[in-house]
Structure formats: C-alpha cells, structure tokens
T-cell receptor, first 114, second 109 residues
Framework: DGGITQSPKYLFRKEGQNVTLSCEQN?????MYWYRQDPGQGLRLIYY???????QKGDIAEGYSVSREKKESFPLTVTSAQKNPTAFYLC?????????????FGNGTRLTVT | GQNIDQPTEMTATEGAIVQINCTYQTSGFNGLFWYQQHAGEAPTFLSY??LDGLEEKGRFSSFLSRSKGYSYLLLKELQMKDSASYLCAVVDSNYQLIWGAGTKLIIKP
C-alpha cells in the first residue's frame, strides 16, 4: 500500500541538540511538506518542496532545515536555534498541478525537548 | 491578515446530526478542504469544495458559500468513531493552504 511514513513516532532530546525527523513516501508525489501542530492553533507550514533538490521556506522556517535529495524523502532537522521545538510534526505530500488534490499525511512525530 | 474560524469544541450524541461551521477571511479563494484527525494521528481528507453548494459523501456532507466566506461539515448518524478533530483549510490566491485550529468533536452514547 502506498503512503507516507514518519519515524520515529516519539522523540526526546535535550536542549541544544539537533534532531532529524524522517519522512518517506511511496506515492510518487512531487510535492512534500512539513507542518508543525500545536494545541489550539492551525497547522503551520515549516518548509515545502515541489521538486528534488529544491525547497522553499514556509511561515515558520527559522530554526529548521530540510533536504530533498530523493523524490521519496524529505527529512526535517530541528536545530538548537529553534526556540520552542516541542511539538507534533506532520509530513505530507501531494500531487502538483491538479485542483483539489488533497494532502496525504504521515502519522506524525511528537518531539519533546527538555 | 488571513483568518479561519471554527468552534473549539462540540459535543453530540451517538446517532444524531452535527454541523461544524468554518468561516474564513483570506486573500483570495481557490477551494476549501475538510480533514478529520483522530488524536495523535494523521489528518485524513474528507472533502473539497470550490463551487457554492452542498457536496454529499455518505454520512458526511460539506457546504460552501463563497459570498459569505462560510462552509460547514454535516455529519449524520453519528458513531463513536466520529469522535475526532475536524480541520478546515482554505486555499488562498497564492495556492497556499490556510488552516483553522480545528474543532474537537466529542460523541456521547
């Protein structure tokens, strides 16, 4: 079955450490996205990519970095510069250029930084 | 600024009908999505509206009025498994998705 896999489901880190969240899709989608979800707020876009080796900042990119070396993979690194990294992180993918094409989400990674 | 408003929480009874509203003020409009999200899980696609009117899909229907900046999701014959958060998202003039904070729906027996 095609889908998006995020790993790990839960991640714990000490303040000051960088951490990388994995996202892999086998849907053959061109576009991939990283969102952050906090209680009481809508999903906020961190980064997105529409093609391999290219990506764009979203609304809250500061303190995060990404890479898109393969179509299937879009890892997110949460750096020590991110002031409030504890959150639920969602990766998504979609078909490009088709009106109404929905996002397909992974099951998320809950990151806790202490 | 851009804004999507949804009620924070709603409660309904198993077997009943519930309507979850979403109002939006965005820079342009290119469609509206509804997603369902169970706690700690991925949001899953429910519906997409780009023209005014009602779209029915089984127990779930979604309505859009572009002139009023308003949509609702209607859930009929509620089941316990419908307990979840329901997210409204609007595609703006730049084809960016603007998300509401979601409505937590609690179903009671």
């Amino acid at each position: 079955d095609g889908g998006i896999t995020q790993s790990p489901k839960y991640l714990f880190r000490k303040e000051g450490q960088n951490v990388t969240l994995s996202c892999e899709q086998n849907l053959n989608h061109d576009a991939m996205y990283w969102y952050r979800q906090d209680p009481g707020q809508g999903l906020r876009l961190i980064y997105y990519s529409q093609i391999v080796n290219d990506f764009q900042k979203g609304d809250i990119a500061e303190g995060y970095s990404v890479s898109r070396e393969k179509k299937e993979s879009f890892p997110l690194t949460v750096t020590s510069a991110q002031k409030n990294p504890t959150a639920f992180y969602l990766c998504a993918s979609s078909i490009l250029g088709r009106e109404g094409s929905p996002l397909h989400f992974g099951n998320g990674t809950r990151l806790t930084v202490t | 600024g851009q804004n999507i408003d949804q009620p924070t929480e709603m409660t309904a009874t198993e077997g009943a009908i519930v309507q979850i509203n979403c109002t939006y003020q965005t820079s342009g409009f290119n469609g509206l999505f509804w997603y369902q999200q169970h706690a700690g899980e991925a949001p899953t696609f429910l519906s997409y509206n780009v023209l005014d009117g009602l779209e029915e899909k089984g127990r779930f229907s979604s309505f859009l009025s572009r002139s009023k900046g308003y949509s609702y999701l209607l859930l009929k014959e509620l089941q316990m498994k419908d307990s979840a958060s329901y997210l409204c998202a609007v595609v703006d003039s730049n084809y960016q998705l603007i998300w509401g904070a979601g409505t937590k729906l609690i179903i009671k027996p």
